[in-house]
């Protein structure tokens, strides 16, 4: 009798039908997430030189869109402790690392001038929608909203603009490619200080 109240008391297995549709779910929530990150993606790969590509560069595409798909929602979460292998340290960081994929994708394509801007744009809305410390649960209590869109909206003009100053090969180039090294250190440093410090 013990081992037939055993068995009646564990849960039936989970049916196939309600993992399908948890799996359903993940992939499509958080869809403005979603369409930002893969529309990035599609944008970096210069879909017009892919459509004439070869097959092979095609799959790559269409493997890079599903992956952009997967990655884009924000991870809405409290920071613990896990597990520090590769995998997981990618899946929690996901939203650093396609934009990331994304900029050195577009740097390795040479898209033209319009699809750059394009590029900009996507990059800058995804970043905001999916930003944690402005919109998720982190976010600090009473901080303005349109301060990180306008700063950051400064900032890809500003990188824009330094990009097509034409002063390759001239002697001018070292010396603005160390000043904006420096320029993106010095942000880096201030905001990982304003996102460790009090909120107060």
């Known amino acids: 009798m013990t081992t037939a ?7 039936d297995p989970r049916p196939a039908d309600s993992r399908a549709a948890l799996l359903v779910a993940r992939l499509t929530s958080r869809v403005t997430d979603r369409l930002l990150g893969t529309a990035l993606v599609v ?4 879909p017009p030189a892919a459509l004439h590509a070869s097959w092979l560069v095609k799959v790559l595409v269409l493997g890079a869109v599903g992956a952009a798909w997967w990655a884009a929602p924000m991870v809405d979460a409290r920071p613990v402790l896990t597990s520090m292998r590769r995998r997981a340290v990618a899946a929690r960081r996901r939203t650093t690392v396609l ?3 994304a900029i050195a994708v577009a740097a390795a394509t040479d898209p033209p001038f319009w ?4 590029v900009a744009a996507l990059l800058l809305a995804y970043l905001l929608v999916t930003d944690a410390w402005t919109v998720g649960v982190t976010a600090p209590p009473g901080r303005p909203r349109a301060t990180p869109a306008l700063a950051a909206a400064a900032a890809t003009a500003l990188v824009l603009l330094a990009a097509q100053v ?4 001239t002697s001018w180039a070292r010396l603005l490619a160390s000043l904006v090294i420096a320029a993106t ?3 880096l440093v201030l905001a990982l200080r304003t996102r460790r410090g009090p909120s107060g």
């Open 5 to 11: 109240g055993t068995r009646a008391a564990r849960p």
């Open 43 to 46: 944008a970096a790969c210069d």
């Open 99 to 101: 934009p990331a994929a």
């Open 115 to 118: 699809l750059v801007v394009c």
């Open 166 to 169: 034409p002063v390759v090969g």
């Open 185 to 187: 250190v010095v942000c």
